[in-house]
């Protein structure tokens, strides 16, 4: 079974920063790649960033420069460095396992999602 929790959202002003985490057990992290997605009031889901097991990174170009993806083999754990956060960032922030980084995209592993953390930004 694998299992995903997402910790570390909350209210921030713009141009704060937030960490987020997505604990995952072993098996969640022994699958393929791994994702941010947010999905704001209204709006469809939408990739953040992704991340394969040997490290490999890609962003949604909304992101690139300002969010950093990465995570810990060790403790099984995701994580979103959120830097220069916006208005528009304003989201409940999600993490996927298993999904494929190919080619510049990421492919979501449909049944592995976490239930979402929820970061708001503060004109």
């Known amino acids: 079974q694998v299992q995903l929790a997402e910790s570390g959202g909350g209210l921030v002003q713009a141009g704060g920063s937030l960490r987020l985490s997505c604990a995952a057990n072993?098996?969640?992290?022994?699958?393929?790649?791994m994702a941010w997605y947010r999905q704001a009031p209204g709006k469809q889901r939408e990739f953040v960033a992704g991340?394969?097991?040997?490290?490999?990174?890609n962003y949604a170009d909304s992101v690139k420069g300002r969010f950093i993806i990465s995570r810990d083999n060790t403790n099984y754990t995701l994580y979103l460095q959120m830097n220069g956060l916006r208005p528009e960032d304003t989201a409940v922030y999600s993490c996927?396992?298993?999904?494929?980084?190919?080619?510049?995209?990421?492919?979501?592993?449909?049944?592995?999602w976490g239930q979402g953390t929820q970061v708001t930004v503060s004109s």
């Open positions: 991340i394969g097991r040997g490290g490999m990174r």
């Open positions: 996927n396992a298993g999904g494929t980084l190919w080619g510049g995209t990421y492919i979501p592993e449909p049944r592995f």
């Open positions: 072993e098996r969640a992290f022994k699958l393929n790649a």
